[in-house]
């Protein structure tokens, strides 16, 4: 162990591609608690304690099954570790597994760290202040059940799996749907409103 | 809630995941957002015990996973027109197919007509008249 503690991200890598368990050991006792401190800050509001291991192994697992497609070149072990870390806790929220299917490790385009999502435009510093006023709205302005579901819905990228949140907030799938509903609405209303009152203030300078 | 609406939601919330630092990190933001990360507590025992699921492949799901990329390609505005054809109730009145279907009515009686006429003046066998 303290000779591992000793070499560098590269060379535990390759002795990762040896199938070293030692090698796995010392990437998690050198990155594993930021990542996972990482992972609560971020998705601690949305995520349950025991779904926070879950998530974490699942990292490690992918970090592990992948790890000839890690590209030194390409960044960090801790960046990639980060990526992975970040796609199982929204597969986590979604109940996807397709992150874990067996099928992945047959496809030779598939990286654990690459993003599902589409690519997100870059935003200007109008938009910005929109985003920022929206971030406010969700945060302060909603309560209770409807702030946890639109916090949910923009971090999991579309909302959570309706189960999964019914059993986890006590309420039925059909409440989890209509609120969601309601919430999609609520902060529909208020971009339509913020972007209203911008034309006015334009038009009255 | 309009498809547009809901389709603009969906970009905002992609780019609040931005702004928040969230997915698609680039190495520059991965590595920024694992400094500015706190620690959280990780026991040798609890990476022994990771170390063993992980390498056994305990986690691993074998069920397939259907391939629903072609799902991209379907634009539902195209057919929500038809859609409410298919949904409309039974019995609902809609004035301008009702005088559609009353004028192809009346041409289907005046054509019935016609060749009631055309058998009796040239004698010839209307469909089904000889049984």
Sequence with gaps: ?205 | MSHDAEKRLGELAAKLRKIEGLCPMTDEEADAAYDAAPEEPLTENDIQSIVESVTSGELASWEPIPDLDWIDEVDLENVSDDAYQLHRNKGEDDEESKLAEDELRREMIEDEDENDEDAEAGGTTPPGAGR
């Design chain 1, 1 to 205: 162990m303290d000779d591992l503690q000793m070499q560098d991200d590269e060379t535990l890598m390759l002795l990762l591609l040896e199938e070293d368990q030692d090698a796995l050991a010392e990437i998690l006792r050198r990155y594993g608690r930021r990542v996972r401190g990482y992972l609560k800050v971020t998705f601690g509001d949305v995520l349950r304690e025991p779904e926070h291991h879950a998530v974490f192994n699942e990292a490690a697992y992918n970090l592990w099954r992948f790890r000839e497609r890690f590209k030194p070149e390409s960044g960090s072990l801790k960046a990639w570790f980060m990526r992975i870390a970040y796609n199982a806790a929204v597969s986590m929220l979604r109940r996807e597994k397709k992150h874990l299917a067996k099928d992945l490790e047959y496809d030779p385009e598939y990286s654990p760290a690459d993003c599902p999502e589409e690519k997100i435009s870059d935003y200007d510093s109008k938009e910005q202040k929109l985003l920022e006023a929206l971030r406010d709205f969700i945060h302060n302005k909603l309560v209770g059940f409807e702030r946890e579901i639109a916090i949910d819905f923009y971090k999991s990228g579309g909302g959570s799996d309706v189960t999964r949140l019914a059993q986890i907030h006590g309420k039925t799938k059909g409440n989890v749907s209509a609120t969601r509903t309601k919430v999609k609405k609520k902060m529909i209303e208020f971009v339509e409103q913020y972007e209203a009152r911008q034309r006015d203030r334009k038009g009255s300078s």
